[in-house]
């Protein structure tokens, strides 16, 4: 498959509006059917602006081969392709108006596309003086001319080492990456005698570049090093320099109404508009993002934020299909709106805020206020729920980092990560193994009773269970009809003997500060049991990172160029190094044989013996034991 499927151009005639121009290397098949397809490639108010950007997805119908609009189940490929085009407008006096607009757009299933827009400005420019459709055939075949697959063997990279890979931050594993040929291929479970791509070079920002030559000059475009599901652009390496901004924004915003919901506003007025976003994508709101003031790239840019948020880079996915995503819409498609249960949409024309019947939370980012609409069913009494404790660590955290810290991206992306994993473990704790198991998995043995969220004591898990309970039911209803996927479900966990352990329950329940209820042994013996592969133990690891540091005095200043941050320590990791203090003798056995088996797996070993060298106490501790 080509990297890029099609390129289009359109432009804008004051007398005829917008009008395709151009699509190579032949027509859209289903154009006849995407009538509004330059509608949408030039957006509202492009004339105020000189360049801007939109972005939407069409799929691919399995039986005709035709591009259509709305994703169907049944009948469209699983994965979406992106139609992301930049638009330009350029003052001429020749034409009314006094500019000239046009766009030009890529078609392809890279969910990277915004690393092409230096090469697509360069080609926009050449179009302006030409209107050559040559210019759009060179551009087809030098983007086309390149390989970007990194490896056979890293598209069969399990989800679980993938999220692991992509949670390792506190460590040096960006300079092995780089310089360590041999590492990289280990890392990444790429067999020593596969070649990697000589299209691509890596970097040290865990990603690969790739150099296009376009135009007599050599243009550098950024290849991500793992593709996560459902997530757009590169989990690790946002390419959005808005990033942090749009989230501060996001994190600043206001309720701008007295209006309550019994699913959204679960803390009354006082309910941080973030929480609100989350909750309102957990039980299949429609969701529009609005400004009138800003560019469509802006609009486009916060709900790709929100994206970014509640996947946790591919710990939730399904979006991308059964959600209805729609970047940037206009009010001819109101009737694709009334037909979607649950949509994200981003629109220009400030008619959309006036009219609540057409949204159930709609964001004005001009005012940087949540409204909820009027015609949303549910209860609208005020709710005296104190905050639970994940949502207030989750915001505590990402204050800090975004405010205090000033923490990289991906740090920041962590703390996203860990949250939804831990909002969703609260949503299914009643439901995460007996419930979700099908047919195929009635074999599977849960070797330790415990699964789900762990609350330290009854009372509040009432309490906390009490407050999301309506969420609850709604994410429940959207998982099990396929809508939503959690990738992270127990059952996905099981080793290759069929076992399971709710790890991230039972290194939680070892945290709590009330032990009276907990058998450590059994914990640590039937993790030991657990770990007999590759597989199992990738799985222990990746659970020890998605445990968030319990308050912010879980800080060091070991590395970030010695700036605090609540992500310099795992966790999980040091809750088992803990153990090799323990009084008791056979839990001590326990933890070094649990430490030897991870040390046994190349990428295991390697983050433990770097936590290790990095706590001399620690290591000092298991030196002493084995010998």
Not at 193 to 204: G, M, Q
Request: with cysteine.
């Amino acid at each position: 498959m080509p990297n890029i499927n099609y390129i289009v151009t359109a432009e804008f005639h004051i007398d005829k509006g917008p009008s395709l121009v151009h699509q190579y290397p032949h027509e859209l098949p289903g154009i006849n059917n995407l009538y509004f397809l330059p509608e949408l490639m030039l957006p509202d108010q492009i004339h105020k602006r000189e360049e801007d950007f939109t972005l939407f997805m069409l799929y691919k119908n399995k039986s005709t081969k035709q591009f259509q609009y709305l994703y169907q189940e049944k009948v469209c490929e699983d994965k979406p392709y992106f139609l992301y085009t930049i638009v330009q407008n350029q003052k001429d006096e020749n034409y009314k108006r006094g500019s000239q607009i046009k766009s030009l757009s890529i078609i392809t299933k890279l969910p990277y596309f915004k690393n092409f827009k230096p090469l697509l400005l360069i080609c926009l420019d050449l179009y302006f003086k030409t209107d050559s459709i040559e210019i759009l055939k060179n551009l087809y075949e030098s983007i086309n001319a390149k390989n970007f697959i990194i490896s056979k063997s890293i598209k069969s990279i399990s989800i679980i080492k993938k999220l692991l890979i992509t949670s390792i931050l506190d460590l040096p594993i960006h300079d092995k990456i780089y310089n360590d040929s041999e590492f990289r291929k280990r890392a990444l479970g790429i067999k020593m005698n596969e070649t990697i791509n000589e299209d691509l070079f890596i970097r040290k920002d865990l990603s690969f570049n790739s150099i296009i030559s376009f135009n007599e000059m050599d243009i550098p475009v950024r290849i991500p090093l793992l593709d996560l599901p459902d997530t757009i652009g590169d989990y690790l390496n946002p390419t959005d320099l808005n990033f942090k901004p749009n989230a501060i924004n996001i994190l600043n915003a206001r309720l701008g109404s007295n209006r309550l919901h019994n699913e959204l506003t679960i803390y009354g007025l006082q309910t941080p508009p973030i929480i609100v976003l989350i909750n309102a994508v957990l039980t299949g709101k429609r969701i529009m993002f609005v400004s009138y003031e800003e560019s469509s790239g802006y609009i486009i840019d916060h709900i790709l934020l929100l994206l970014k948020l509640i996947t946790g880079g591919g710990i939730l996915c399904g979006l991308l299909t059964n959600y209805n995503i729609f970047p940037i819409i206009d009010v001819s498609k109101i009737d694709l709106l009334n037909g979607c249960d649950s949509f994200i949409a981003g629109t220009i024309n400030p008619f959309f805020k006036e009219n609540d019947k057409f949204w159930d939370v709609l964001y004005d980012l001009d005012d940087n206020e949540l409204f909820i609409s009027t015609q949303l069913e549910g209860q609208w009494i005020d709710y005296k729920h104190s905050i639970i404790s994940e949502d207030a660590r989750f915001l505590s955290n990402l204050q800090l980092s975004l405010f205090s810290y000033n923490d990289d991206l991906t740090t920041i992306q962590l703390i996203f990560r860990r949250h939804i994993n831990e909002i969703l473990r609260i949503l299914l704790s009643s439901k995460n193994f007996n419930t979700s198991l099908t047919p195929k998995d009635r074999d599977l043995i849960l070797l330790l009773d415990g699964i789900g969220y762990y609350w330290s004591s009854d009372a509040t898990k009432l309490l906390e269970v009490s407050c999301y309970q309506l969420v609850t039911k709604k994410f429940q209803d959207l998982l099990y009809q396929g809508k939503l996927v959690y990738n992270l479900l127990l059952p996905n966990l099981a080793n290759e003997l069929n076992l399971m352990v709710d790890i991230q329950h039972h290194l939680q329940s070892l945290n709590s500060i009330d032990k009276t209820k907990i058998n450590e042994h059994e914990i640590w013996y039937n993790i030991l049991k657990f770990l007999i592969s590759g597989k199992s133990l990738e799985i222990f690891l990746l659970m020890t990172y998605l445990i968030p540091a319990v308050s912010s005095a879980s800080i060091s200043t070991t590395s970030h160029g010695g700036a605090m941050t609540v992500f310099d320590k795992n966790k999980g990791i040091e809750l088992l190094l803990l153990n090799l203090f323990n009084q008791d003798d056979q839990i001590k056995s326990n933890v070094v044989m649990i430490l030897q088996e991870l040390q046994d797996n190349f990428v295991c070993g390697w983050c433990v013996n770097n936590f290790l060298k990095s706590n001399l106490v620690y290591d000092l501790a298991l030196d002493d034991l084995l010998n």
